[in-house]
């Protein structure tokens, strides 16, 4: 039997012709079971760390919490993590410095983003991977910021914003053609990697899985180790999302049910709810102890 997500991030069973609630509850029981057995120990024990390169004030909750009181607003913040371990500095997205984007956005305190990853110790050319979330000007705008970095993104993500999303029809709010053509130029030079789907491991102890639906094909990871933590990035733009139930913004409005699932996933997956790191809430750098814009999620005895 072949269990997948549909495009939409719902289950479905490709291969059964069984009823369809049996379907839908023997594809659940599946992706549960797949979830544990790849649950495993980690080879790897990471050191992660969140690392705010700017403040975004007076944010609208209601772009980020699907069903908040209109009006609301919050101060967040722009970040990426940084996880070291087995050997390798991996960035979890690459944040960006283009112009234009200052011009539309209040962006404060900023500082560029291998300057503020330079903070927790590691310098541009030390970053060995960087796993894009998706596709959106503040988390794959860094890419050309790391020269020795390895880029990983789902390539269905991949195949979209650097095809249909620019035909007629097609949707790219949020995309910077910079940045896609920069994507397309590092893998001209062997410097891409494609991640194909839900639930794969990408490098040692990490896993990637989709469904959320913030962009065409976003991803978030596992982080595995004692105990592991799931980054979500935009995926769960605040805490709010998780304890009230509430999707935060995605590619269509269709895709609100799929990304309230997911979050239920992600705190399976993480063992917590509390592990589950979102994408812009300044909370996080509240929760776990603070160097500067550095917030220590876990530290690790070996690195
Ligand atoms: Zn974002």
């Known amino acids: 039997m072949r269990i997948a997500f549909d495009s939409r991030g719902s289950l479905c069973d490709l291969s059964s012709t069984m009823p369809r609630t049996y379907r839908t509850l023997t594809a659940l029981a599946a992706i549960l079971l797949a979830d544990a057995l790849w649950a495993q120990p980690s080879p790897v024990e990471y050191s992660i760390y969140a690392i705010r390169y700017a403040n975004s004030?007076?944010?609208?909750?209601?772009?980020?919490v699907i069903g908040a009181p209109s009006g609301e607003k919050l101060d967040t913040v722009y970040a990426v993590w940084l996880l070291r371990g087995g050997g390798r500095n991996i960035l979890f997205d690459s944040g960006f410095h283009r112009?234009?984007?200052?011009?539309q956005w209040n962006i404060e305190d900023y500082l560029r983003p291998d300057q503020a990853v330079a903070l927790a110790g590691v310098k541009a050319e030390q970053v060995t991977d960087i796993i894009i979330s998706h596709a959106h000007w503040d988390h794959m705008g860094g890419i050309d910021l790391f020269s020795k970095a390895t880029v990983w993104i789902q390539k269905g993500e991949f195949e979209y914003y650097s095809g249909a999303a620019w035909q007629p029809?097609?949707?790219?709010g949020g995309i910077d053609p910079e940045d896609v053509q920069e994507l397309v130029r590092l893998n001209t030079v062997g410097r891409l990697r494609l991640v194909d789907g839900d639930n794969v491991e990408i490098l040692p102890g990490i896993r990637a899985y989709t469904g959320p639906r913030h962009t065409f094909a976003s991803q978030y990871i596992r982080v595995g180790g004692n105990p592991p933590f799931v980054l979500a990035s935009d995926n769960v733009d605040l805490y709010r999302n998780i304890t009230e139930g509430k999707s935060s913004a995605t590619f269509s409005n269709d895709d609100h049910s799929a990304n309230i699932a997911q979050q239920q996933r992600m705190i399976r997956l993480a063992g917590s709810p509390e592990r589950v790191i979102p994408g812009h809430d300044a909370l996080q750098f509240q929760r776990f102890p603070i160097e500067g814009r550095v917030a220590i999620i876990k530290r690790a005895e070996t690195n």
């Not at 029809?169 to 790219?172: A, M, N």
Request: a positive charge.
């Open 99 to 103: 112009e234009r984007w200052f011009k």
């Open 57 to 64: 004030p007076g944010d609208l909750v209601s772009s980020m």
């Open 169 to 172: 029809g097609g949707r790219h």
